[in-house]
């Protein structure tokens, strides 16, 4: 009846986190990925109970999950030491959030590129940086994002908008 939810607000770090051992993942409608991670976590409940460490599993996009020793929201039951990632409003990493803000980017590029004069240069994140290797990481990534385009996909592999 509600008693034994994890209620209790709190924070907590990633002691490690790994890719489930039930190799459970999802594919939306619009083809965007997410896995379950197993997280171990260092647990610190808001109002003086003591902290512990638990096991929870949550499912994250495969390219924007938390690294060991991140801090994250959670809500958590001290006693009975259980607890669930709370990414409501984690924009590192609730899929709802990064990939409207990465809607709202893509629109601001394309909105850049469509106002500006004939023969102004691209936007910074297809020029060159002077560093060979980051400069063919990002013509290697303009090509695949144009090849993407051009077979009429919507959406890259990590879910962001590719028009």
Known sequence: MGFDRNTTPGKAKVVTIDLSRHGDSHTDWRGRQTSRYDVVLDVYPEGGA???RAETHQQFSPLRFPNPG????????????TVA???DGDARYNPDIFRRENDLRAKAEHDQVMNAAPGTTPP???QPTGDPEIDELARADA????????EGRKFGDDGELLR
């Open 50 to 52: 003591a902290a512990f």
């Open 143 to 150: 090509e695949k994002r144009s090849r993407r385009i051009a």
């Open 124 to 126: 910074t994140w297809i």
């Open 85 to 87: 990632i709370d990414l």
């Open 70 to 81: 991140e801090e994250l929201a959670v809500k958590c039951n001290p006693k009975k030491g």
